[in-house]
């Protein structure tokens, strides 16, 4: 009885460094379109994306608006974003595309899709956040996945804070930590 005991004991930490190790190997990377993260925002975004760290390696990547845009209609505006945003992809990213016409997802549905993801060998997912404008139709055609945070619309600042607090949440829903209650 104690073999049996010790080897499930094993087999269990075995099973959790794997986890641990599949989790690190997939890169997740947060796009967001317009300015830097503003003061009312940014150290709740850092300190959940430091969090997040634990779990994934994480990084921001803000996209400035593209210059000389002033006299740009929506539609051209959001062409030339576009553009920017494809040329930046790479044909191996796994881009989620945060938008409030996509699919909703609990906690716990984000947290076992990131493990399916994971368990993929999956080495790069980007979560984007468009521009003020949403995106082109192109950049929808290239998501994989179109997800979305709630059916209410929010400032691009608050969804920056929102989609870091939600992922560091999935990270400890799957390594059962104390953070999030049922």
């Not at 850092?46 to 539609?75: Q, V």
Request: with cysteine.
């Amino acid at each position: 009885a104690l073999q049996k005991d010790r080897s499930s004991k094993m087999a269990y930490t075995c099973w959790k460094v794997r986890v641990y190790l599949i989790f690190l190997s997939m890169r997740i990377e947060l796009w967001s379109i317009g300015k830097a993260h503003e003061a009312f925002v940014k150290s709740g975004i850092e300190e959940f994306t430091k969090r997040l760290n634990h779990y994934f390696k994480t990084e921001w990547i803000l996209i400035p608006t593209p210059k000389s845009t002033g006299m740009l209609s929506e539609m051209d505006l959001r062409k030339k974003e576009a553009a920017l945003l494809l040329a930046w992809l790479q044909p191996d990213d796994y881009l989620v595309l945060l938008d409030e016409r996509g699919k909703e997802l609990s906690s716990t549905d984000l947290a076992d899709f990131l493990q399916k993801k994971a368990n993929t060998g999956l080495k790069k997912m980007i979560f984007l956040i468009g521009g003020a404008y949403g995106v082109d139709a192109t950049v929808q055609q290239r998501a994989q996945y179109t997800w979305s945070l709630s059916k209410l619309v929010f400032p691009h600042q608050l969804v920056r804070l929102i989609l870091a607090e939600q992922l560091y949440r999935a990270g400890t829903i799957l390594k059962n930590e104390k953070y999030h209650h049922q």
